[in-house]
């Protein structure tokens, strides 16, 4: 190519498109495979990609490829279209808004959808204390911001994440995430001030909530001082750290600590925030109220957008001018924002979450009863997984969950893995899937596994 334009066809996304999984070729397509020649001369390969196709429309429970390919979608972009992609109430917002303006800068001229959906997050985080919001773009700067806010408003420095947390690629968001290889490794030095504490992890380490509550609680209070934490920072459940679910009282007895040590406890709900989980927000499950709460990811239907809510004592220790970007609370993405937000509070998600939980867990601890290779089946809502492991060790088997991803990949089904050992299958479908599809989806799976 030596102009700017494109050989996608016109087509158009969304719930219309037939729901079904249909390869015309193999994956990827002839013309999926020029595409990605060129991505492999022009694009930095550190920006990899699982699923070898070009993209050219999605919606409902598929995505579609150049070469006519529809494959079904078990992972919504890692749970960002969640409300459906290309879903027709975000794509007319987003025409309106384009077609009204495109941006001013929310610290230039500010304007009404940036302040909706702050008010719309404020009424919707767990809690009905007076709360505040901030708008960012990625889930990466939320988080940052965060931490910021944390420091500026205890004086105090230190940040504790957690074993398997994933927080973000900024330098930052870099130290707080646990994974080495791919996120960190050679793109040090990080930021300091950030200490590591032991999660709860049923499957691993057979502690009880409150037991592995006091593991980390000591760690905390022997290797860094309560006098000197800024913030507790966690996923209420671990999503690229393989969708691990705390044991019940893990969460609580860490915030009640937090509270009782005027430690600022932040959940990061970037992936299982907006109904993802069967709740609204994955908090309400462990019945948590956290001091600040960061969100991305389902937010926004696909647009950009971020966002920290949370007590308006921390939140406006920030002083004037103190937080912003030139993009943070797009009014394009806070449009799509308030049409998502409308669709997940209107449209039955949370519901529709939690059918799609019971479909998924019924039929993924069907393969785990059948198959011992399949360890562990956990999750909350439509954001499940299976962990494989060799039956006879209980040792991880990333190799296998690699197998299984490929061939359901080759077989038309978009898989994604996840996990510190790279041996977890993940599912995060979109909403808009209907049971059929999803049900076809499972047996690709069941059936590259039997053959793994
Ligand atoms: N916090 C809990 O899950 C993003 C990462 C994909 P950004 N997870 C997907 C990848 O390999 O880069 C994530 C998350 C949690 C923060 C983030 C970061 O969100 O929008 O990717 O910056």
Redesign the pocket.
């Known amino acids: 190519m030596t102009d700017a334009t494109l050989t996608t066809p016109a087509i158009t996304g969304g719930p219309s498109l037939p729901q079904e999984r249909r390869l015309v070729t193999s994956i990827p397509g002839p013309r999926s495979a020029e595409i990605l020649a060129r991505k492999a001369a022009a694009v930095a390969p550190g920006v990899a990609h699982s699923v070898p196709i070009a993209t050219v429309a999605a919606g409902g429970g598929v995505i579609v490829d150049i070469d006519g390919n529809s494959l079904i979608d078990l992972g919504s972009g890692?749970?960002v279209t969640t409300v459906g992609n290309a879903h027709p109430a975000v794509v007319a917002a987003v025409a309106e808004q384009t077609a009204r303006f495109t941006h001013t800068c929310f610290m230039v001229s500010p304007y009404e959808e940036y302040v909706a959906v702050a008010e719309a997050l404020n009424r919707l985080t767990p809690g009905d204390h007076e709360k505040r919001s901030a708008l960012f773009n990625?889930?990466?700067?939320?988080?940052e911001n965060a931490v910021k806010i944390a420091r500026k408003h205890t004086g105090r420095q230190a940040v504790v994440a957690f074993e398997h947390g994933?927080?973000?690629?900024?330098n930052l968001?870099m130290a707080l995430t646990a994974k080495s290889m791919?996120?960190k490794s050679g793109f040090g030095p990080f930021a300091p001030e950030v200490y590591r504490a032991p999660l709860s992890y049923p499957f691993r380490d057979g502690l009880s909530g409150p037991e592995a509550a006091k593991r980390a609680i000591t760690l905390i209070e022997k290797q860094i001082g309560a006098d000197n934490l800024a913030a507790i920072i966690i996923?209420p459940i671990q999503?690229?750290g393989g969708f691990i679910v705390p044991a019940d009282g893990f969460l609580p007895a860490l915030v009640e600590w937090a509270r009782t040590n005027g430690v600022v406890f932040i959940a990061?709900?970037?992936?299982?925030g907006f109904a993802r989980t069967g709740a609204m927000f994955a908090s309400e499950h462990f019945g948590i109220v956290p001091d600040l709460i960061?969100t991305?990811?389902g937010i926004a239907g696909g647009m950009?957008l971020?966002a920290v809510t949370g007590r308006a004592e921390i939140m406006d220790a920030a002083h004037a001018g103190g937080l912003g970007g030139t993009y943070g609370g797009n009014p394009v993405a806070c449009a799509a924002a308030l049409a998502a937000i409308h669709a997940y509070e209107n449209d039955g998600l949370i519901e529709r979450a939690n059918e799609i939980g019971a479909i998924l867990r019924e039929r993924l601890t069907a393969l785990q009863v059948s198959d011992a290779r399949v360890g562990d089946v956990r999750g909350l809502g439509a954001m499940m997984a299976v962990e494989f492991v060799d039956p006879a060790t209980s040792e991880p088997d990333a190799a296998l969950a690699g197998a299984v991803a490929r061939a359901a990949i080759a077989a038309g089904v978009v898989t994604l893995t996840c996990g510190t050992y790279g041996n977890v299958i993940r599912f995060l479908p979109p909403l808009a899937i209907g049971d059929e599809l999803l049900h076809e989806g499972l047996d690709v799976i069941a059936q590259a596994l039997a053959e793994a």
């Open positions: 890692i749970a990625t889930g990466a700067e939320a988080v994933y927080h973000g690629r900024t968001t791919p996120y996923e999503g690229e990061d709900e970037v992936q299982t960061t991305a990811k950009p971020a």
